[in-house]
């Protein structure tokens, strides 16, 4: 017998259907003689009319408020999936993110869990019920209700299993793991059996929306094996890791791209404390984020330094660092929103040499112009022109051979 | 300066418009320099959109879980209001019926109030804040969510009143008073500047809508004085007083009627105890409410009963009774489903003779066949056959002279 701690998304209980179909799920698992506590997030839609309706009254909605509002869509879902498992004959007990003390700080819409008292939990589950948790949700010290902001049912699920020491975190969505890069660009990209904790963070920065990076971070710090699976499909997902002792030895595991960036750089810049400050200060103030950041010497005492934003705030930063060229005398103000940011991500380039140059020949065999590089321990990003980035994951993922699985990895398969 | 609770009803606060419209009503009385705070129900349609949803996975919803849900709609409703008040610059703060401890047994759908903590109201009241309160839900002491069951956001209001020791209560909903009878048919019904809490009582048990029962029973009980008002038109409403001093020395206040009740009567049964319970059981069984009950001695010691029924009920009620006179062997069943049932109602009535045989005069004079009579103190209740309702409603508002104010009245008006 296990404790197992289920999260399902919003597109699993979207509908009384797919409502009805977790709560089969659910009996099946639980005839195996297993615990299990569930967390769900709002139906898919509801959050979003929840969100219409408090913008029709306020274009920045109280930060208070707007979690009252918003945390009744996980409300609706607990209530509706225990009652599906009720009228099935099985056990259930719903509770709301402030009825089972899921304390956190009391940063309204964006809230971090401080603890979770689990007495309630702990007692249902020894009656031999199957407890459905409200995601996203909780209160602060004065009993104000907050929220977790994006993806914060992924939190909320993983802050669980690390209260209850449960054996398994499973997070249900609508991709059945995840996979060395995206399927529909490689075709034979590969399902990894497992992921450590640091690449998962690595590619979630890089667009693989499978899993928030606070709850894998969560996930990591306290030491929670989160599983990866489909609400939709059978299969074992990916598990994802802590410990890098149970990975493969293999140098990349994944590649990771998205095309939602633009290019920024100031060339002949001075050279002096500040610089980079005085660059990106502006951008910050105008609720510009920077991504990726690479600065180098130019010669004659100067630098040149690039980086990337998302592309919708483009035109906005590029009327901002025209302004900035201009105080700080830059010798000139490029910029390119065809790009394409690409990484390579594993672990186990720590231990492996000339991963990079590796990249860049194939890179350069294929033709493909490098603008940007920057690299990390784990993780070696480029950026390209955004023409060239399915031929550039395609060469990338055959010349690592991603998609042929090793003798290892054949061995963690299976739950 | 006065503390008012004021409490807005599902129409009310039905849509994105009608909420900015309740926020400004609000923003100009608390320029008035009062304190106020504010219970809503659900916004119009959104209880029933909630119960299509258990229902469809549940014929009889498990109580608890259905009170999880069905609680939802109005903390949706308090996060609205407190965003329209706080994006209008009117601090506010919203409440769930759990965060201010609104305290009930736990009797879920349909839970009593046992007490408030109104220490948080209290503090926001003195820092200048507009309390806006979440209306037919509470918690139980283990901690669970209940709701109050249908009217329940009155009796919300009235208790919040008794707790905070409020000034007044003011119920907005979509009549601007309590007529003398229902002006649809009558076309000089009257609005009532004043009604008491008996005469409320009985209209609403004769299906006057305007406030649920039991929160007229709890505003009675605990002295709160409570006006009902509308949303939609200025005015000064009707104002329930518990005291009748306070009231006109008239003997007839108002008539009520309806059309919705079936007669049932059991001819010539045994004069012997346990009758009444033998007849009044098996429908009490079925889950069939009985309204009016009369019994007369027949003659030869046999007696006779009749009694009401809501008309959906009347087939089954019949099927029920023909097995009950056979076993009773009553002389004779009758039924009638064509009737309807008319009361006067007045708290002078108590200290007026003659009112009952004016009452029956005035319908003799009008050629209205009496069916059945029954008496309270402060109410003569008939049963005629339907088609006459409507004269005999405006026979005796004119007899009465309803549509007359009187001086006291006058002098009462005005808030």
């Known amino acids: 017998m296990a404790l197992i701690i289920q999260k399902y998304g919003g597109t699993s209980v979207g509908s009384i259907a797919h409502i009805s179909a977790v709560a089969e799920k659910i009996i099946s698992l639980r005839a195996l003689g297993h615990q299990l506590v569930i967390v769900v997030s709002a139906m898919a839609g509801e959050t979003d009319r929840l969100v219409q309706l408090a913008q029709a009254l306020s274009a920045t909605p109280h930060p208070r408020e707007f979690d009252v509002l918003l945390s009744t869509g996980e409300q609706v879902a607990i209530a509706l999936l225990s009652l599906a498992l009720l009228s099935r004959g099985c056990a259930a007990c719903s509770y709301t993110g402030a009825q089972v003390h899921i304390r956190t700080d009391s940063a309204h819409n ?17 009656a031999g019920k199957v407890v459905v948790v409200a995601g996203f949700q909780g209160k602060d010290d004065a009993g104000n209700i907050t929220t977790l902001g994006r993806g914060g049912s992924d939190t909320t699920a993983v802050a669980l299993a690390a209260a209850l020491n449960a054996d398994e975190c499973q997070v249900y969505t609508d991709v059945d793991g995840v996979y060395t890069t995206d399927p529909r660009v490689v075709a ?17 920065s890089n667009g693989a929306k499978v899993m928030q990076s606070r709850a894998v971070e ?7 094996p989160v599983r990866v699976l489909s609400s939709f499909q059978e299969g074992t997902g990916t598990l994802i890791v802590n410990n890098e002792a ?10 990771a791209f998205n095309r ?19 660059i990106l200060t502006p951008l910050s103030d105008a609720h510009i984020e920077v991504d990726m950041i690479v600065q180098t010497m130019s010669g004659e005492g100067t630098i040149d330094l690039a980086f990337t934003v998302h592309k919708r705030d483009f035109a906005v930063a590029l009327i ?3 302004d900035v060229a201009k105080a700080l005398k830059a010798k000139a103000l490029m910029s390119d929103q065809y790009v394409a940011k690409l990484a390579l991500i594993g672990v186990g380039m720590r231990s492996h040499a000339g991963i990079a140059s590796q990249m860049f020949q194939v890179l350069g065999r294929e033709g ?8 990390s321990e784990i993780k070696i990003t480029v950026i390209i022109h955004q023409k060239y980035v399915e031929q550039a994951v395609r060469a ?20």
Chains 1, 2 share one sequence.
């Open 396 to 415: 990338l993922h055959d010349a690592f051979q991603l998609a042929v699985e090793t003798e290892t990895e054949g061995a963690a398969e299976g739950c």
């Open 110 to 126: 964006k809230a971090r869990i401080l603890g979770i008292d689990s007495t309630k939990i702990q007692a249902d589950l020894a």
């Open 320 to 322: 901002i660092l025209e």
């Open 260 to 278: 939602d960036e633009a290019k920024l750089a100031l060339h002949g810049i001075p050279d002096q404390p500040g610089v980079a400050a005085a």
């Open 368 to 375: 493909i112009n490098i603008q940007l590089i920057s690299t």
């Open 188 to 204: 034979d990209a590969r399902k990894m059996p497992t992921v450590t904790v640091e690449e998962m963070l690595e590619m979630a």
């Open 246 to 255: 149970n990975m493969q030895h293999r140098a990349v595991s994944s590649i």
């Open 218 to 224: 969560f996930a990591g710090r306290h030491n929670v």
